[in-house]
């Protein structure tokens, strides 16, 4: 079957960094996507990555291992409004995207 | 921000009761799609559309239908309304077919009692 695997609930400290892991096991690949989606909202398009390496958009970064079916999306600076939860979602080999749980992250001053 | 809205954006309903939501698109989109979310759950494909009358079913369709008579309009209707579609519901559109990007709507809270 196709799996996506995040942690349910991370912790991290306003300033600080913080590495949010997604492992999946699907039938062929064809893209990761990340979303935010702050409590009661919608989700919105953080970043997408097709071929292995990092990707650097401003304060957030998203990495890929296509080897390892392995994505992390790494948060610098944290800022309390990042508190939100963050889904990863893969794209398969019929092109249907499958999305992860999500992990909600807690910011602490 | 795409241009989407949802109407309703909150509902409670009766077992039993037919309901519609509704999904409106400013963006001249091809695909649209609608997700049902749910604590523990990733967001859950109901069903989607390619094109004006062409839609097809996604990973959890059972008990709904949908309806695409302009590319700015998709609809979802539950055709009788149980305790296990009380859900999230959001609408999604791309521009281009599944690696593309998706655009949510502000989504719909359902309450089937």
């Known amino acids: 079957g196709q799996n996506i695997d995040q942690p349910t609930e991370m912790t991290a400290t306003e300033g600080a960094i913080v590495q949010i892991n997604c492992t999946y096991q699907t039938s062929g690949f064809n893209g990761l996507f990340w979303y935010q989606q702050h409590a009661g909202e919608a989700p919105t398009f953080l970043s997408y990555n097709v071929l292995d390496g990092l990707e650097e958009k401003g304060r957030f970064s998203s990495f890929l291992s296509r080897s390892k079916g392995y994505s992390y999306l790494l948060l610098k600076e944290l800022q309390m409004k990042d508190s939100a939860s963050y889904l990863c979602a893969v794209t398969d080999s019929n092109y249907q995207l499958i999305w992860g749980a999500g992990t909600k992250l807690i910011i602490k001053p | 921000d795409a241009g989407i809205t949802q109407s309703p954006r909150h509902k409670v309903t009766e077992t039993g009761t037919p309901v519609t939501l509704r999904c409106h698109q400013t963006?001249?989109?091809?695909?649209m799609y609608w997700y049902r979310q749910d604590p523990g759950h990733g967001l859950r494909l109901i069903h989607y559309s390619y094109g004006v009358k062409d839609t097809d079913k996604g990973e959890v369709s059972d008990g709904y239908s949908v309806s695409r008579s302009k590319t700015e309009d998709f609809l979802l209707t539950l055709e009788s309304a149980t305790s296990s579609q009380t859900s999230v519901y959001f609408c999604?559109?791309?521009?281009?077919?599944?690696?593309?990007?998706?655009?949510f709507g502000p989504g719909t809270r359902l309450t089937v009692l």
């Open positions: 963006e001249n989109h091809r695909y």
């Open positions: 999604a559109i791309s521009e281009s077919e599944s690696p593309d990007t998706q655009y």
